[in-house]
Every structure is written in C-alpha cells, then in structure tokens.
C-alpha cells in the first residue's frame, strides 16, 4: 500500500519555476535560508535529485511548524 504523509499548510503560496531556480535557491530567496530545501521539498512530495521543470508550479512554504 501507498502510504502518504499529510501535510497541512496555512501559510503558503505557489511559484512558477523559471530557468535556474532549484529548491535551494528558493529556499534562501523566501525563507533566507538555504538549508530550508529539503522542506520544500517535502512539502511538494518530491525527493533530492529530482528535477524541477520550467513552468512547473511549486507551494512555498517556510514555517515547518504548519506540518
């Protein structure tokens, strides 16, 4: 079976990826910290060595205590 971490967030929005961006650097631009990257990461279900697309839409969210 599937089993599923369910993540409630209640201060987030979405971003559309453009050429270069990657978590780490959203992290560090809205959350100023880099080292947030692998919360994003979690919060829009994907693992480390994944590749974002352009165009792709994103939740940014930096407050790890909505979880």
């Keep these: 079976t599937l089993e599923r971490d369910i ?3 209640q201060n987030f929005f ?4 453009l050429e270069g961006d990657s978590f780490a650097l959203l992290a560090r631009r809205f959350c100023g910290d880099e080292r ?8 829009n ?4 060595g994944e590749l974002l697309s352009i ?3 994103v939740i940014i969210s930096c ?3 909505d979880k």
Excluded: A, D, F, S
């Design 7 to 9: 993540i409630i967030l």
């Design 14 to 17: 979405h971003y559309t990826i």
């Design 36 to 43: 947030k990257y692998k919360w994003l990461l979690q919060v």
């Design 45 to 48: 279900g994907m693992e480390e």
């Design 55 to 57: 165009g792709q839409r």
């Design 63 to 65: 407050t790890e205590e």
